[in-house]
């Protein structure tokens, strides 16, 4: 099994790419240690001294480090655990159990605003982040302001005040003008 690497906007997070599938479907997000109970993978990952942070996407996962870690240190040990997550034929995350990273839903007046903020999302913000080894989901919708959550590398990573900014706000301003801001939220 051969294992690549890919660098992240966020110097604290690195992408790995198993050639294989991780998820069938979403993304799971893993901030600590205590929110991996259900993922044998996770759990594996934050046996390693230094990692801070999990997410899975569907054929990539992404780690993040502390900042006293150096990557030459972790990074054999992350390549090691991943390699023998998948030789042991477990799956990532455990049946019925699986934390699922969507939308967060919302009804009401501004229903057919928040579709097509979760539209635009959907088709033209979570592909390009997914590069980037991370999500960036809807989390909700008050006069005006669109309240999203960054995972993964986008979570912390120094360029995501920006990518919020300048590229989400203008994109969902552009194409709904009732959109007058995007702020993020912690989970």
Not at 2 to 8: A, G, L, N, Y
Not at 87 to 109: I, K, L
Not at 120 to 147: K, N, S
């Amino acid at each position: 099994m051969f294992i690549q690497t890919e660098s992240t906007p966020n110097p604290a997070t690195l992408k790995f790419l198993p050639g294989q599938s991780v998820l069938e479907v979403g993304t799971a997000d893993f901030p600590s240690a205590e929110t991996a109970g259900s993922s044998p993978l996770a759990t594996r990952l934050f046996g390693i001294s230094g990692v801070s942070g999990v997410f899975f996407g569907l054929d990539f996962v992404t780690v993040t480090k502390t900042d006293e870690t150096d990557w030459d240190h972790v990074k054999p040990a992350i390549l090691g655990a991943i390699m023998e997550h998948f030789q042991s034929g477990q799956p990532a995350v455990s049946d019925g159990s699986r934390p699922v990273s969507g939308h967060a839903e919302h009804s009401g007046e501004d229903s057919e605003i928040v579709d097509q903020i979760k539209e635009l999302l959907d088709t033209r913000v979570r592909p390009a982040v997914a590069q980037d080894g991370g999500d960036i989901v809807f989390h909700g919708f008050d006069r005006g302001v669109v309240y999203l959550h960054m995972q993964g590398a986008c979570a912390g990573c120094p360029s995501s005040t920006l990518t919020l900014k300048m590229g989400i706000e203008n994109l969902l301003r552009h194409y709904i003008p009732e959109v007058v801001e995007v702020r993020p939220v912690a989970a």
